[in-house]
């Protein structure tokens, strides 16, 4: 079963409003956690790292006043994509280390589409 | 040029073929290396981890790394439909939680009956 749990999966909000997208870590705690966004047909890119008591470092080109990144506990990081705009709809991954940290678990995946 | 290159495909095969996907990197910091498997509309799968050089097989998937030659590749034996799916290399140069991956762009596989 998912190590990396996501929600939600699909999510559909109207331009300028403000989504929230969770990602879980089951059965294992992670200080940090990743978030990655995907075009279609395209390879993951990633635009944050969540980091559990501190601020996110976001990858350049990353704004990070648009996608709000809050680490609140060792199993949970949420990304809030704020005042979404159609170019904002894409898939939202995130993934954990496990506590070993030899190996990485993907989330499910959000898809956004923002009308 | 890009770090991590990887033929986007699609690579078509019939099933029971050996397939063999690769990605080439040039960053010789890369230690770690990972193959994940995506299917359309999903998360990645991770399918095989594997430090620095050496081979490693898990029923019928082998992964190889060769770091002088920056070259990873892995097999598939047997394929079958239900492999058809999109194949990202990744890897990074250290574990754990300052493990940041670079991801090649993906091959889509479709195995054919």
């Known amino acids: 079963g998912a190590v990396v749990s996501q929600h939600p999966s699909w999510v559909i909000c109207k331009s300028g409003t403000s989504v929230k997208i969770e990602c879980r870590s089951l059965?294992?705690?992670?200080?940090?956690m990743f978030w990655y966004r995907q075009f279609p047909k395209q390879s993951l890119m990633l635009m944050a790292t969540s980091n559990e008591g501190s601020k996110a470092t976001y990858e350049q080109g990353v704004e990070k006043d648009k996608f709000l990144i809050n680490h609140a506990s060792l199993t949970l990081s949420t990304l809030t994509v704020t005042s979404a705009h159609p170019e904002d709809s894409s898939f939202y991954i995130c993934?954990?280390?496990?506590?070993?940290?030899?190996?990485?678990?993907f989330g499910e995946g959000s898809w956004l589409t923002v009308v | 040029q890009k770090e991590v290159e990887q033929d986007p495909g699609p690579l078509s095969v019939p099933e029971g073929a050996i397939v063999s996907l690769n990605c080439t990197y040039s960053n010789s910091a890369f230690q770690y290396f990972m193959w994940y498997r995506q299917y359309s509309r999903k998360g990645p799968e991770l399918l095989m981890y594997?430090?620095?050089?050496g081979n490693k097989e898990d029923g019928r998937f082998t992964a190889q790394v060769d770091k002088s030659s920056k070259y990873i590749s892995l097999f598939i034996r047997d394929s079958q439909p239900s492999d058809s799916a999109t194949y990202l290399c990744a890897m990074s140069a250290s574990a754990g939680t300052a493990s940041k991956l670079t991801f090649g762009t993906g091959t889509r596989l479709q195995v054919t009956l």
């Open positions: 993934s954990a280390p496990t506590s070993s940290g030899n190996t990485i678990y």
């Open positions: 059965d294992f705690q992670a200080t940090t």
């Open positions: 594997t430090y620095s050089s």
